[in-house]
């Protein structure tokens, strides 16, 4: 079991048969850091030959404050979408918890747990819940992270199926500023399957106790259905 990579385990869900509606490009991280707040920014543009969905973006901002040592509550203040040929719209809010699981280094890897609540703002569209496992493992310079995301719509024109998605990705630690890695992500319900190269690192921001973290990337488009490029990004500050 040792021998085994979470990136490996990834893969065993590829052909899921599943659906999924999301169109967050972030694999998250079980860890929680008692007292530190959090400002994040991401966006994510899309680039296809198909004019539906050329050009389809999405952008949103956070703040999060770690209360305890396990548990970060998140609460995403803005989050647009454009698809192509309309303009840029609201979609709504989003409250987002992470919970630390399992002591950083105990076992194989390190657990955490996503639970999000996610209201639609655009009329006709139903309210999400997400929740699933958060896994993280360091081995000497590579860093793995693997998400197992279960989606459920609810209240007004909600369907009754639960939804899987995976994403993964593995970075490799150059120093504090540079890790350049790969990002996956699988959507078997929009036939989307992608991966793609990433550049990631944190900066001190000059302020004691903060630093900011950055990523960068583009994934591509592994068959017909999923788009050919993702353009991603993110900015973080980290405070306490």
């Known amino acids: 079991m040792k021998s085994k990579s979470l990136l490996a385990v990834a893969g065993m869900l590829f052909f899921c048969e599943n659906f999924v509606y999301a169109d967050d ?3 998250y991280s079980p860890y929680v850091t ?3 707040s959090e400002i994040e920014l991401r ?4 680039m296809d030959n198909q004019a539906s969905i050329n050009g389809t973006e999405s952008f949103q901002s956070s703040i999060s404050h770690a209360w305890t040592s396990w548990w970060k509550p998140e609460i995403y203040i803005a989050s647009y979408n454009r698809i192509p040929g309309e303009n840029l719209k609201q979609a709504g ?4 918890n992470t919970f630390q699981l399992t002591p950083e280094g105990k076992y194989f890897a390190d657990t955490g747990f996503l639970l999000s609540y996610a209201y639609k703002s655009q009329q006709g569209i139903p309210s999400t819940l997400e929740f699933g496992p958060l896994f993280e493992r360091h081995d000497n310079r590579f860093d793995e992270r693997v998400n197992f995301i279960w989606e459920k719509e609810i209240g007004r024109n909600a369907d009754n199926k639960y939804a899987l998605r995976t994403d ?6 150059v120093n504090r500023e540079v890790s350049p ?12 399957y992608q991966i793609g190269p990433v550049l990631t690192g944190e900066m001190l921001s000059g302020y004691k106790g903060s630093e900011i973290e950055y990523r960068i990337g583009v994934v591509l488009g592994i068959n017909k259905s999923a788009p050919n490029e993702t353009v991603l990004g ?3 500050y980290e405070f306490f």
């Not at 966006?43 to 899309?46: D, P």
């Not at 990002?183 to 319900?189: G, H, I, N, Q, V």
């Open 181 to 192: 890695g790969i990002e996956m992500y699988l959507r078997p319900a929009d036939h989307s």
């Open 168 to 173: 993964a990705s593995l970075t490799y630690y």
């Open 25 to 27: 490009f972030i694999v």
């Open 34 to 36: 008692k007292g530190q």
């Open 93 to 96: 809010y989003e409250f987002e």
């Open 234 to 236: 993110s900015l973080e």
């Open 43 to 46: 966006a994510s543009n899309q």
